[in-house]
Structures are given as C-alpha cells and as structure tokens.
C-alpha cells in the first residue's frame, strides 16, 4: 500500500486528461552565445561554450552539495516565496558535508540574489536530490534520499514532498517499492490542471511514473495512476558519488521518449511512449553510448533546438583530463561539444534549461565544487 499524505486530503479533481497534445513547434535552430564574439565558423548549432554569472547556493544553516535545479516558471502567481523567472536549487548535504542530510531548497533570483525558500523538518525528510520539479501553479514536488550517518550504507528508499509556493509543506508521499531513492525528476505540465511526472529510483534501478491534477490556486493536488515504466538499470552504493545509477531525466513530450541518465556504464537511454506505458519498458533503447565523453551523467536536459545537455558527475569512469563536464549532443544523440565548469572532477551535478522566448534561452549548471550555480543566457535563431 501506498503511504500518502497529501494536500489538504482533498478530492480528487478530473480525471487525468489524454496527454495525447504533445509540445511542437521544436526545429533546429542556430545558437549565437550573447556577450562573445566567436569566430564565423563556430557560430552555428552549438549551446557550448558560454561564461557563466554564478550565485551561492548555501543557505544559512550551511546546507551543500547543491543537486537539484529548476526554473519557476513564469505561471507561478507572486503572492508567495517563489517569484517567476527564479531558479530553485536542492541540497543533498549538510553543514558538516554529510550526504543525504541536506534539508533545504534555496531560491536565487535572476540577477542572482540566494534565499531561502524551504527547509524539511520530518523525521528522515533529508538528503535533498536532484528530483526536483515545479508544476505551472507553484507547487514544488522534490525527492529526498536520506542517510543518518553519510554514507550509502544507511541510505533508505525516502520519499517525494510536495511543498506550495509559499514554502509549506502540503503532503508527502512513500513506498518502498515504487519511490526507492528518487535521484531525478522530469515533468509534463499541460497548464490545464494535469501534469505527468516521471523519478528514477536509484536504489532499485526503476523509472516511476505518475500523474497529478491540481488546482490554479496552488494549494491542492492529487496523485493517481502510479506505474514503473522502467527497469532494469544498474545501480549501485558509491563511498565517494553515494549512490551510482539511472539519474537524471528528461522527457520529450512530442515524441513521448523519456531519455534516462545511466552514471554506471556513462550512457543515456530512451523509454518510448513514456506517457504510454502500462507496465516496464525495461531500459528502453540506447540512445547514446560515450565512454569518452561521458563520465557518470547525472542530469540532462533538452534545448529548444532539440539538443541536449548533460552533467557529468564524475562518479564513473572519471577522466581528470576532461573534469566537471558538460557535454552537448545532437538531437541524434551526436556529441558536438563539452565544456568544463571547474577544473577538478565532481564538480557537475545538476542543469536545467529555460525557453525565454524570443529567440533566448537560460542555461543553470550547478558546480559543486565551488557550492555556486552558473547561470547562462544564450541566443537561439
């Protein structure tokens, strides 16, 4: 049975909509970088390389190990903490840089300003990961994977909070056998009151599904329709990385593919009819297999030109010659470039890609080796 506490205890609303309307409007597109003058040959498809503002992403309590990143979208009413156009960033440790302790989420502001914006305070709602999302009216839904002593040896499977737009928190929801140690978040938002939202379970090697109804305030939601739609990967405890295995995802609601982060063999898979599926999809296909230049991907995240970014961490299949990586491929799953964000290893966790419209896009990469978010803002034609 599932244990859920969740939203006011409030009904549910409409049944979950067909999430047959996927996103267009995606075309290749050219990227110029604002602020540099590159060469005329480098001018074309490439997000990579850009300078990059940073902001600390240690709050007062001195939470580190900054993990999880993602924009509030401009949807989000602003009687609350979050404001639209901020970035939200998770903390998987705390002060004495114990993984699986942190308790906080901070905010930071465009011009780069950190607040607080949630602290957990429940028994074992610690070890703040890289599954974080934000629905379209406000409500943040982050993962927790906790550790009392540090290590992977104490990890327990945790759970996912959801948390409203003023930094209460609403509800909770637990199973061992479907939320075992959410590591990575991707989200479906209609804006219609419905939302699918995908978590990969790092300690059991699975991709969860699920969906949401919401109201516009804010304020209620209500989770149905629960599905392991991927199985399968490998995973394993880490002394260093804490855990390894299937992390970060990002899903491509046109096509209906989940693409899954694997840090173990430093690849990236592709679950198709993600939205689709009634059971597992095991792995789904291998979409890119780079030992060269992936080394322990742990978050990736789609431009609107359809290409990808992707975080290495670190953790496998390290190459000091090639530290803190982000790696850009082709909607084909290509490599076109890297970009290193600090000049030691581990240092890449989490990023996330914002669409500003108009031609611009913004590009958030955690370096966690400095405790700092970069912020980018490029120019897409």
């Known amino acids: 049975m599932y244990n859920v506490t969740l939203l006011n205890s409030s009904e549910a609303r409409n049944a979950f909509r067909s999430f047959a309307t996927r996103f267009s409007g995606i075309a290749a597109c050219a990227v110029l970088f604002a602020g540099m003058t590159l060469p005329r040959q480098a001018a074309a498809q490439n997000i990579l390389p850009f300078p990059a503002p940073q902001a600390?992403?240690?709050?007062?309590?001195?939470?580190?190990?900054?993990?999880?990143?993602?924009?509030?979208?401009?949807?989000?009413r602003t009687d609350g903490l979050l404001q639209p156009g901020s970035i939200l960033v998770s903390n998987f440790n705390n002060n004495l840089n114990l993984q699986g302790t942190g308790r906080t989420i901070v905010q930071i502001s465009p011009q780069g300003k950190t607040s607080l914006f949630f602290t957990s305070t429940g028994p074992g709602q610690q070890g703040l990961s890289a599954a974080l999302g934000i629905l379209s009216n406000g409500i943040v839904i982050a993962g927790y994977l906790p550790s009392t002593d540090g290590t992977s040896?104490?990890?327990?499977?945790?759970?996912?909070?959801?948390?409203?737009?003023?930094?209460?928190?609403?509800?909770?929801?637990?199973?061992?056998?479907t939320f075992d140690g959410p590591w990575g978040m991707a989200m479906f938002d209609r804006g219609n009151g419905a939302a699918l939202v995908f978590v990969?379970?790092?300690?059991n090697g699975t991709v969860t599904r699920f969906e949401v109804t919401y109201n516009n305030s804010g304020e209620q939601a209500n989770v149905t329709q629960v599905v392991t739609i991927g199985s399968g990967f490998m995973h394993s405890g880490d002394p260093a990385a804490f855990e390894v295995g299937n992390s970060g995802l990002a899903y491509d609601a046109m096509r209906d593919i989940l693409y899954v982060d694997s840090e173990v063999d430093s690849a990236i898979?592709?679950?198709?009819?993600?939205?689709?599926?009634?059971?597992?999809?095991?792995?789904?296909?291998?979409?890119?297999?780079?030992a060269t230049h992936l080394h322990g991907p742990l978050d990736i995240a789609i431009a609107p030109n359809g290409h990808f970014l992707v975080a290495n961490s670190d953790g496998r299949n390290a190459d000091p010659n090639q530290p803190s990586e982000l790696v850009e491929y082709s909607a084909a799953g290509k490599f076109l470039s890297q970009f290193s964000i600090d000049p030691n290893n581990g240092g890449a966790f989490g990023v996330a890609i914002q669409n500003l419209g108009n031609g611009f896009i913004r590009v958030a990469a955690v370096n966690d080796n400095q405790v700092v978010l970069n912020m980018y803002t490029t120019m897409v034609r």
């Open 56 to 76: 600390t992403t240690v709050p007062s309590n001195g939470d580190v190990n900054p993990y999880g990143v993602v924009f509030v979208p401009n949807s989000v």
């Open 153 to 177: 040896n104490t990890a327990t499977a945790g759970g996912l909070l959801f948390i409203d737009r003023h930094g209460v928190l609403l509800g909770t929801i637990t199973n061992n056998n």
């Open 200 to 203: 990969s379970n790092v300690l």
């Open 269 to 290: 898979y592709a679950i198709q009819h993600a939205a689709e599926l009634t059971g597992s999809g095991g792995t789904g296909v291998q979409f890119v297999q780079d």
